[in-house]
């Protein structure tokens, strides 16, 4: 991985999960990472002293992703510290209710919508000037398998996130002249994560039983794949969705 020293990356959600090991992830390769959390200051910090403590730069910043004046306020704290972010990496995951399409009443549906694309809406908005002035950056959203391949129960998450992936490759197109790259990562289920924990032991069994490489995916193994997005390593693919789901699904 070339060429990371100092750029400055936002990853959203990053006091858990997928997001927290990004963080540390884009850390290690000499990045300044900005940790957002919504609630859970004392995980944020967690994950910010890790990263200091390993030598990397790292601060967590609170804001609601779905609320554009925080998102501003967020960025504002950012800029001020350590100038315009050059990689976003939009991992927040916004509450969704688990049930089938028959229980389910359009607020249910139509709040998460509304959330997912409000706030993906909101940082990308929040981010783009910078990334435009000086003609780089990096947008990579987390998405998931169900946006094509659907679960039971799961049908307001898999809607709301094929959205998101649709709008991920509006931008790379219109955004590319400003070299600016976007990508979507898919992964498959995630262990130690807080959607893991919803999953029974029945369930993680034959999730695993059906997955070619023999095991659900950790957060470390998505981090990989979305700090390649990040790097300058990947100057020519943009539009394009990278599944990590151990084969789980194939497309
Ligand atoms: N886990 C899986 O199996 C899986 C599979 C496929 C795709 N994904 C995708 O990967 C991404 C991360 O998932 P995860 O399972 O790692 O998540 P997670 O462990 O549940 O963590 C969610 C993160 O999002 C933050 N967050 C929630 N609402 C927020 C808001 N309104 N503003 C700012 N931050 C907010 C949380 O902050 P607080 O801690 O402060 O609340 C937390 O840091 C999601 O986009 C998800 O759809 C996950």
């Given at each position: 991985m070339t060429g990371a020293t100092g750029r400055v990356a936002l990853v959203t959600?990053?006091?858990?999960?997928i997001g927290a090991a990004t963080a540390r992830l884009l850390a290690a390769r000499e990045m300044r990472v900005v940790v957002n959390y919504l609630r859970s200051v004392t995980a944020a910090d967690e994950v910010v002293a890790g990263i200091e403590g390993s030598g990397g730069q790292a601060m967590a910043v609170q804001g609601d992703v779905r609320e554009s004046a925080a998102v501003e306020s967020m960025i504002e704290q950012v800029r001020a510290a350590w100038?315009?972010?050059?990689?976003?990496?939009?991992n927040a995951l916004t509450p969704y209710v688990i049930k089938p399409f028959h229980d389910m009443t359009w607020d249910e549906l139509g709040g998460k919508l509304d959330d997912e694309m409000r706030a993906a809406f909101a940082v990308t908005k929040a981010v783009l000037p910078a990334m435009t002035e000086q003609g780089w950056g990096r947008l990579i959203y987390l998405g998931t398998g169900l946006s094509r391949q659907p679960r039971e129960g799961m049908i307001a998450l898999g809607t709301a996130k094929a959205a998101l992936a649709q709008f991920a490759r509006y931008l790379a197109q219109e955004l590319a002249p400003r070299g600016i790259t976007v990508n979507v990562v898919e992964p498959g289920p995630v262990e130690d994560t807080r959607m893991a924990s919803l999953i029974d032991a029945g369930q993680k069994q034959r999730q695993v039983a059906a997955t070619p490489l023999g095991r659900l995916a950790r957060p470390d193994d998505v981090a990989q794949v979305v700090a390649f997005y990040a790097s300058?390593?990947?100057?020519f693919m943009t539009g394009t969705t990278a599944a990590v789901n151990g084969g789980l699904a194939m497309y």
């Amino acid at each position: 991985m070339t060429g990371a020293t100092g750029r400055v990356a936002l990853v959203t959600g990053a006091s858990s999960g997928i997001g927290a090991a990004t963080a540390r992830l884009l850390a290690a390769r000499e990045m300044r990472v900005v940790v957002n959390y919504l609630r859970s200051v004392t995980a944020a910090d967690e994950v910010v002293a890790g990263i200091e403590g390993s030598g990397g730069q790292a601060m967590a910043v609170q804001g609601d992703v779905r609320e554009s004046a925080a998102v501003e306020s967020m960025i504002e704290q950012v800029r001020a510290a350590w100038g315009g972010i050059d990689v976003l990496v939009h991992n927040a995951l916004t509450p969704y209710v688990i049930k089938p399409f028959h229980d389910m009443t359009w607020d249910e549906l139509g709040g998460k919508l509304d959330d997912e694309m409000r706030a993906a809406f909101a940082v990308t908005k929040a981010v783009l000037p910078a990334m435009t002035e000086q003609g780089w950056g990096r947008l990579i959203y987390l998405g998931t398998g169900l946006s094509r391949q659907p679960r039971e129960g799961m049908i307001a998450l898999g809607t709301a996130k094929a959205a998101l992936a649709q709008f991920a490759r509006y931008l790379a197109q219109e955004l590319a002249p400003r070299g600016i790259t976007v990508n979507v990562v898919e992964p498959g289920p995630v262990e130690d994560t807080r959607m893991a924990s919803l999953i029974d032991a029945g369930q993680k069994q034959r999730q695993v039983a059906a997955t070619p490489l023999g095991r659900l995916a950790r957060p470390d193994d998505v981090a990989q794949v979305v700090a390649f997005y990040a790097s300058e390593d990947n100057a020519f693919m943009t539009g394009t969705t990278a599944a990590v789901n151990g084969g789980l699904a194939m497309y």
